[in-house]
């Protein structure tokens, strides 16, 4: 009973229970996702255990070396896209197929890790049938094999021909290369070409994916104030010093700028004194000064979270608002940096929400909701938003990312790939 069993499931003649309505040929789709299941496990146990920190050049090559030869099994045109020596980054993996039939994808993935050479924190270890401590297994290296294994049971089906896909995994997305006009450039060409965007980004539960990311943004504010002995503060010659200023600036930043959805801003490093010098390669600072001199020199470094262009456009000008209103003797000065920009909830994401739950319930998954984008950092797949239609957050489930305890859903991770495999199916059947 039980080989007639996995018989009828390889040839796709029968589902669970919820999935009885896909198409004969969705079933065959289906079932072979459910056939290399074990393979996609031992897949993302290989390349978790190659460390590939961002700063590990020759790691982040290796895996994608690893990604690079099984997409080439599939018939993918596969390139490694080197950085810049400048930019002290590995590169990025890019393969394609090129067809006319049904929508343009691009999925997006990353090769690179938050765990570097020097992590205590190196193997794929599993604690259960459903569990796997993997360092960077989850963000995210399970949603890149997702992505591997879903386009892997398209080709033995032959679904993929006459279709274009660009799987574009980058080697830097957990501290991404500067300039990004390099670093981003054969990512938004790809995006340009591309009709809409998918990342694998990891799942935040079962039944919700990403349709809005906020964006990030530096900024900076450095104040000078009049050097003098601290029993003249407050006169007219003194003033109120650089470090009173530089605290006004910030209360007001609290009292007018706060409150707005979505709109956050995180003052995360404040210095202050006679001299200060800050080294942003090793996040550390100096400080000079004395209790009884005025500070001559306070500095404060921090992040702003945006949902939309214009909502980070009009919180910087609140800001340099608030900075050009100066206490006595005092003058500062505010400047940006951009990271990330938004990914807001647009018409075209919500439509692909929308794809992506039918695709759910027709496995019968049940439907798939939007999640809070107030709880969602940034990713790469923002650089795209811009440009083409865009859903995150399709990869493995797990928890811990970023720390030592990063663990993998294993028992999730067929039907994830399953779900992803169906949806791209349906898109590249859609017409232009």
């Avoid at 018989?7 to 289906?30: D, F, H, M, N």
């Avoid at 765990?115 to 399970?142: C, I, T, W, Y």
């Avoid at 306070?298 to 910087?316: H, P, Y």
């Amino acid at each position: 009973m039980k080989k007639l069993f996995l018989l009828l499931i390889s040839l796709g003649i029968w589902l669970p229970t919820g999935a009885q309505g896909l198409s004969r040929t969705e079933r065959k789709l289906v079932a072979s996702v459910s056939r290399n299941a074990p393979e996609s496990i031992d897949f993302l146990e290989k390349v978790v255990n190659i460390n590939s920190g961002t700063l590990n050049l020759e790691g982040v090559r290796q895996v994608g070396s690893a990604f690079g030869e099984a997409f080439g099994n599939l018939g993918f045109a596969v390139r490694w896209i080197d950085m810049p020596d400048s930019l002290n980054r590995a590169g990025h993996l890019f393969a394609e197929t090129q067809g006319k039939r049904g929508k343009r994808l691009l999925l997006i993935g990353h090769l690179d890790t938050v765990f570097e050479e020097n992590s205590p924190v190196q193997r794929f270890e599993r604690v259960n049938d459903s569990l796997a401590h993997a360092p960077g297994g989850n963000d995210m290296k399970g949603g890149d094999v997702i992505v591997l294994y879903a386009l892997k049971a398209l080709h033995e089906n032959g679904l993929l021909d006459d279709t274009q896909i660009i799987v574009a995994f980058t080697g830097d997305e957990e501290s991404t290369g500067e300039p990004l006009e390099v670093s981003r450039r054969d990512l938004l060409e790809a995006a340009r070409r591309s009709d809409l965007a998918l990342g694998f980004e990891t799942a935040t539960s079962f039944n919700e994916a990403t349709v809005a990311r906020r964006g990030a943004s530096g900024w900076e504010v450095d104040v000078e104030g009049v050097r003098a002995h601290s029993s003249g503060i407050f006169s007219e010659r003194t003033g109120a010093g650089a470090i009173f200023e530089l605290g006004r600036i910030l209360n007001d930043f609290y009292e007018e700028v706060k409150g707005e959805e979505y709109l956050t801003f995180n003052p995360g490093i404040l210095m202050g004194g006679t001299f200060v010098k800050y080294d942003p390669t090793t996040g550390s600072g100096e400080v000079f000064g004395k209790d009884n001199v005025v500070a001559q020199t306070a500095s404060v470094k921090g992040g702003l979270r945006f949902i939309s262009e214009e909502q980070k456009e009009s919180a910087r000008a609140r800001m340099r608002e608030i900075v050009g209103r100066n206490l006595p003797r005092t003058s500062a000065r505010i400047s940006f940096s951009d990271a990330y920009p938004a990914m807001p909830p647009t018409p075209g994401n919500l439509a692909l929400l929308e794809a992506l739950s039918q695709v759910s319930q027709d496995l019968g998954h049940g439907p798939v909701t939007g999640y809070d984008p107030g709880r969602r950092g940034a990713a790469d797949v923002s650089f795209v938003a811009p440009y083409i239609a865009c859903l995150d957050g399709l990869g493995s489930m797990g928890s811990g990312a970023h720390t030592p305890q990063e663990t993998v859903n294993l028992k999730t991770f067929e039907a994830l790939t399953q779900r992803t495999a169906l949806l791209i199916y349906r898109l590249t059947r859609e017409a232009r």
